[in-house]
């Protein structure tokens, strides 16, 4: 009895430790996310280089996630997520020592892709070994959207720091350390790979639903090149469809913007098609067919872009209408856009327990009727209100997006196979990316659209406030097409 009670305990050490090291492996990704846009002025003057060069620096990491993030995580699922998953964090301790260094703007370029494939590795694989137990995935997403949450929001306050005080390269050398460590608990705390399954086993094929797709036969171990190459292309067109800057050449850029969305459409038609017919030659596909087979699924996806864009059409557009219509300063501005990035932060542990009591279904809707709601107090927000009005509606809205993306994360990982955590969590990490995107370029289009000046910082306080009411109905009008989806999908699912 005495031996089991040890073993017990033994093993919680072991569990605490395995958590410490993957919430340490978010927290380092999404700090190198967001702390190097305070750094662009100082690297402009430091290599000779217009803004636009030197914002390449940004897009490169995020290209970088957001084009392989979802070929990594099926990688974790046929190599072993353990395996890869160290071999990410070393890629990202060594590219984060090469950005350091860095002599020139291209060989910083460069060493970001490779910084933004290792923190690809890590949130993606992360998320897929915090919820290898189900019966408490609320609190294990709960713990891995607070940990990224708080990482985005220290990113900017550790770069002012450290960039103050010892210079640009500091940037990336004070996450070195923690990367070290992280790999450390990790080599030691992770279970190892037992047994490297390219497919699923034949009792999983059959405990799968009869619209998955996937034949009752066992698939060769083939790895599916094509497929992940046209994926990434695309969702590189994509990427940069949405982040080129259209400030210089305007018209030119914008035909580019819009060439490269089309591009991206086709490509992700063609590796659809691609997918299929690697199935019918018994090749592993990059994503199996029972996945995006699954209604629940498709919709939890939309739905989790739908929640990230309207996020960060809040972080977009935001600082305008605080600046110009309730005429803050930058500091003041600061503080009252910090007030998103804490919500999240601090209510993603306590909404994973509640999702764990109440069920993640049930929580899910409550966070889209809360940002539905937000998102109607911010299109009714005006002078009168002030920064008070202000404020509730982001609370309002983050603390929604808090309770969904926790929930709708516990929700789909809960009930994912184990062959399949590592691409199904990078497929909602992509999601979620996916929305950021569009919600900066197209909400943020459609709130300068309704401006109508051509120079926005010269708008009057009228035309910003009755841009950011008209933004938000429509976005409004996004989150109540996401929660008719969902309840569409319940009322499916109960008569069948």
């Known amino acids: ?40 002025p100082n690297l402009t003057l430091a290599f000779h280089s217009s ?58 370029i460069i060493t970001r892709v490779f910084q933004g494939l290792g923190a690809a590795i890590m949130l993606a694989l992360s998320m897929a070994l915090m919820s290898k137990s189900q019966a408490k995935a609320g609190r294990a997403m709960g713990l891995w959207g607070s940990v990224s949450a708080m990482g985005t929001a220290l990113g900017p306050a550790i770069g002012g720091i450290s960039l103050s005080l010892y210079g640009w390269q500091s940037l990336f050398l004070i996450i070195v350390p923690f990367s070290i460590i992280a790999f450390f608990l990790l080599y030691l705390a992770l ?25 009752n036969t066992k ?12 994926l990434a292309l695309s969702l590189s067109a994509f990427a940069l469809s949405m982040s080129l800057e259209t400030s210089l050449f305007k018209d030119l850029h914008e035909r580019l913007n819009i060439g490269l969305f089309v591009l991206a459409l086709i490509g992700i038609w063609g590796f659809f098609n691609i997918e299929k017919r690697q199935e ?17 699924f498709k919709i939890s996806f939309i739905c989790c872009a739908i929640t990230a864009s309207i996020v960060m059409t809040c972080l977009v557009i935001g600082p305008y209408y605080l600046s110009i219509t309730l005429a803050l300063s930058a500091y003041q501005v600061g503080l009252v856009m910090s007030t998103g990035p804490l919500i999240v932060a601090l209510s993603g542990v306590p909404a994973g327990r509640l999702s764990d009591k109440i069920g993640a279904k049930n929580l899910l809707l409550v966070g889209l009727c809360l940002m539905t709601l937000g998102c109607l107090l911010m299109s009714f927000n005006h002078q009168a209100t002030g920064v008070i009005g202000y404020i509730f509606a982001l609370v309002t809205i983050t ?59 010269l708008a009057s306080s009228d035309e910003v406030t009755y841009a950011l009411h008209n933004t938000f109905l429509i976005a409004a009008l996004f989150v109540f097409i ?15």
């Open 1 to 40: 009895m005495q031996h089991s009670s040890s073993t017990q305990t033994q093993d919680v050490k072991h569990s605490i430790w395995m958590m410490l090291g993957l919430s340490l492996s978010v927290l380092v990704a999404s700090v190198a996310t967001s702390m190097i846009n305070v750094a662009l």
């Open 482 to 496: 996401g929660i008719s989806f969902t309840l569409y999908s319940r009322v499916k699912s109960l008569i069948n």
């Open 51 to 108: 803004m636009q060069q030197v914002q390449w620096i940004v897009t490169a990491y995020l290209l970088a996630i957001t084009s392989l993030i979802v070929s990594l995580g099926r990688l974790g699922d046929l190599l072993g997520n353990r395996r890869l998953l160290l071999i990410g964090i070393l890629i990202f301790t060594v590219s984060s020592l090469a950005c350091a260094i860095a002599n020139n703007l291209m060989f910083l």
């Open 219 to 230: 698939k060769k171990g083939k790895f599916d090149l094509l497929g992940n190459l046209v």
């Open 399 to 457: 603390l929604g997006f808090s309770l969904f993306q926790v929930a709708n994360s516990a929700d789909v990982m809960s009930k994912t196979n184990s062959q399949t955590k590592g691409v199904t969590s990078a497929l909602l990490n992509l999601a979620r990316n996916l929305g950021f995107m569009a919600g900066a370029a197209f909400m943020g289009n459609i709130f300068f659209r309704f401006i109508g000046s051509q120079q926005l910082l």
């Open 191 to 215: 279970p190892s790979d037992i047994q490297v399954k390219t497919v699923l086993s034949e009792k999983e094929v059959r405990s799968l639903p009869e619209e998955s797709g996937l034949p």
């Open 280 to 296: 019918r030659k018994h090749i592993t596909p990059l994503i199996p067919s029972h996945i995006f087979n699954n209604r629940n």
